[in-house]
């Protein structure tokens, strides 16, 4: 069974190979990322080389940014849809992003169309090291993209590192990707800033939740007016984004009589109030 | 409590191993006695074994207190087998150990002569020295040794007199193959504990050098000398070990690793370059270095290639060397690579191999297209308890907290259930207890994705399952 599940996939990779519609590098170093709007807003793509900063919205928003990440990462590989042409993806994380945002899972990344095969975690003690590894990895131009995660603000983080971590990426033309789940934005070289919300989701039959949508918020852009928003959904098939359906009407999943709230919940959370008052 | 051993000023007083303590401090008042610690003995012995490593290859840890060294082919170097025995002697002496040394034909002789010869000299006529060795030799055990002295059988050539059939039938077979073993009748093999690497380069100085960066110079020539002979044998090296022999005795290695064979000096230098700076204490030179020592454990083939004509570098060349810097820099066990794990377990679908290990390269599945994600991308480790409110106890949740936030789920899918893995019998991945596990994927009113469970069948297994959230989805 799991044998005729690796025979399958490696199929389908060669499949992909030959009708591929997904988004295809063009050589003016920009990245299309297939949600047409956005595109022509960007005026073609997020650009290579160049270092991109993905704030959450609320630190709940965490598994969406991390997720929008993953995606720009994928994208940043390469390879039109063959797993052979990948380019390797390098995620460097602290010990604190593991213990707060949870323990790296390969399959969550081949569920989003990607190839863990492609990827090295580097798992570093501190936000230095962290600086330190991805100025040094995105010197290495055979990388396709390099994600720095760090949780929380630190001033470590300043426009010195920035710079350099811009500087490197401009010369090898490797992406860099700077995950700060929890951090507040500060002065930074970065080409552009975004903020990611969790959006609700195109319901599939029976409504269960659909494809990850996201809404997308360009904070700051160094080449351009920012400020604007979209909403956009990740196409895992095809490798690309696009725009998102809009939602139906919602209502509570479950209908009928319910239990009541557990005592001690609540009287937590008065207490918590009053004394936040 | 008993002693174990004592030191030659105690034996000169009158004391010995296996005197009660009681008894010793009564004969000596002012005695002075230590804890017997075997595990630290071993590990000094074992040190001392790896220190030999400079006088021959061939050295293995006679336990608890011998060192065997074969020195076939070696004792020239330091001027004959009796001036290498008082060269080791002298240096071991001035550790403040008490040696007894000599030197034996076979490794058998070689450790009777030094435990029951009492000399430290080289005897004049091996044979007749072991003869007239006592039986305590034979090292049988006290049963046994007591029935021979009985006998009248004091020495080993006693014994050697004797018909070995008598022998055999009153004391086994293993009397017998001790015999011969001393005589050099029968075989006694050395198994050396460590092996000789593929290519091991040593620069020694007339005079111990203090200043650490000539030391790294002198080890940038052996890095060059070692390549010269790699590139003879066209193989690279995967593991480079440098070893700076310090005149105390101690020695500081450092060792690096490639994930690919290489044979490239440059990188091999900014890899030990990044070790070094790694250390938490300085490469100190103490009273200085006397020996700087390269070693290549780890070799595999490498035909030489010419990247200027063969059209530039390999592609995946530099992500390698780039992985091989940050593995020396942070550990190698910070940098993984991910193989898809047998099970459906999901905090266990993935085996994280270090980058610098894993060669061949796995395919993962292909989700089912059209199908959403069904895994996050990072699990919660462990998972986070929340509380649930569901319309049956069995059923999917209607509303849950977690992080004192009440939510409430607009769409859901599940259960997804995980069972146990059963198979594995006392090394369950689910723990004792077994819990299976419901999976629902869940979607709350401002759109966020969560992945949660319900530990336990509610009624089979537990009566008041608990929820756990494992993952948040994008």
């Known amino acids: 069974m799991r044998e005729s599940a690796y025979i399958l996939s490696a199929l389908r990779a060669c499949l992909a190979d030959h009708g591929s519609g997904s988004v295809r590098d063009d050589a003016s170093g920009l990245m299309p990322l297939g949600h047409a709007p956005l595109d022509a807003y960007l005026d ?26 993953a995606m720009l990462g994928i994208l940043a590989q390469g390879g039109d849809g063959s797993q052979s042409r990948r380019k390797p993806l390098l995620w460097l994380r602290t010990e604190d992003a593991q213990r707060r945002g949870g323990r790296f899972h390969a399959a969550g990344l081949a569920e989003l169309g990607g190839d863990p095969a492609t990827l090295i975690l580097v798992t570093v003690p501190d936000r230095l090291a962290l600086l330190r590894g991805a100025a040094d ?118 209908s009928g009589a319910l239990l009541p709230l557990p005592a001690g919940g609540q009287a937590a959370d008065l207490r918590s109030l009053s004394l936040g008052a | 409590m008993r002693l174990m051993a004592v030191n030659s000023v105690a034996k000169a007083l009158g004391l010995d191993a296996g005197l009660a303590l009681a008894d ?31 006088y021959t290859p061939m050295v293995t840890t006679d336990p608890p207190d011998g060192l065997l060294l074969d020195v076939t082919g070696c004792a020239h170097l330091f001027g004959g087998e009796e001036a290498l025995a008082k060269t080791v002697a002298a240096w071991l002496e001035e550790l403040g150990t008490a040696v007894r040394w000599t030197l034996g034909s076979t490794a058998q002789a070689a450790h009777a002569l030094a435990r029951y010869g009492m000399r430290n000299d080289r005897a004049m006529d091996e044979p007749v020295a072991i003869r007239r060795l006592p039986v305590a030799a034979l090292e049988l055990d006290s049963e046994s040794e007591l029935g021979l002295r009985r006998a009248g059988l004091k020495t080993i050539g006693a014994v050697a007199d004797r018909p070995r059939g008598a022998i055999a039938a009153r004391f086994g077979a293993g009397a017998i193959l001790a015999l011969e073993r001393l005589l050099g009748e029968a075989e006694s093999p050395l198994d050396p504990d460590y092996r000789q690497p593929a290519v091991r380069i040593a620069r020694r100085f007339a005079e111990p050098v203090a200043n650490s960066d000539y030391a790294l110079a002198v080890l940038d020539d052996l890095v060059a000398e070692a390549i010269v002979q790699l590139t003879q044998r066209d193989r690279g090296g995967r593991r480079f070990e440098a070893l700076f022999h310090r005149a105390d005795g101690r020695t500081r290695a450092l060792r690096v690793e490639t994930g690919l064979p290489t044979r490239d000096p440059a990188a091999i230098r900014r890899l030990f370059d990044e070790r070094i700076e790694t250390l938490t204490d300085p490469l100190d030179p103490g009273f200085g270095f006397d020996c700087v020592e390269l070693a290549v454990p780890v070799t595999e083939p490498l035909a030489p290639s010419q990247p200027g004509l ?29 193989i898809p794990g047998d099970t459906h377990i999901p905090e266990q679908g993935h085996i994280a191999v270090p980058a610098l290990q894993s060669a061949a390269v796995m395919q993962w599945p292909m989700p089912e297209p059209g199908e959403p994600p069904v895994r996050p991308v990072q699990l919660f480790d462990p998972p986070e308890p929340i509380d649930v409110i569901a319309e049956v106890p069995d059923g999917p949740p209607y509303r849950f907290r977690w992080r004192r936030k009440l939510r409430e789920v607009m769409r859901y899918e599940g259960p997804e259930r995980i069972a146990s893995e059963w198979w594995h019998g006392s090394r369950d991945p689910l723990g004792r207890t077994r819990l299976t596990r419901d999976y629902y994927r869940i979607e709350d009113a401002a759109g966020r994705r969560y992945w949660v469970f319900r530990h336990g069948l509610f009624g089979r297994e537990k009566s008041d399952p608990r929820w756990y959230l494992h993952g948040l989805f994008a």
Request: charged share 25%; hydrophobic share 40%.
């Open chain 1, 137 to 254: 990895a995105l010197r290495c131009a055979g990388l396709g993209a390099v994600i720095a995660e760090c949780w929380g603000h630190s001033a470590k983080l300043d426009l010195t590192a920035s710079r350099r971590l811009t500087l490197a990426a401009g010369q090898s033309g490797v992406t860099a990707l700077m995950l700060r789940p929890g951090g507040r934005p500060a002065p930074s070289t970065a080409d552009t800033r975004w903020s990611v919300r969790a959006a609700p989701s195109h319901p599939l039959a029976a409504n269960a939740p659909g494809q990850p949508a996201i809404g997308l918020t360009l904070l700051r852009r160094r080449a351009g007016p920012a400020g604007k928003s979209w909403r956009m959904e990740w196409d895992r098939d095809r490798r690309r984004f696009r725009e998102a359906e809009p939602a139906p009407a919602r209502q509570p999943a479950v």
């Open chain 2, 310 to 338: 063969e059209g530039g570098h390999e592609p995946g060349d530099d992500v390698a060397e780039l992985l091989d810097r940050l593995s020396t820099r942070f550990g190698r066990d910070r940098l993984h690579r991910f």
């Open chain 1, 44 to 69: 073609g793509g997020l650009r290579r080389g160049q270092l991109h900063e993905i704030f959450a919205e609320d630190a709940e928003d965490g598994g969406a940014a991390t997720g929008f990440v």
């Open chain 2, 24 to 54: 010793a401090r009564a004969r000596v008042p002012d005695l002075a006695v230590h804890d017997h610690d075997p595990a630290a003995d071993a590990n000094w012995l074992d040190r001392l074994a790896r220190q030999c490593g400079r």
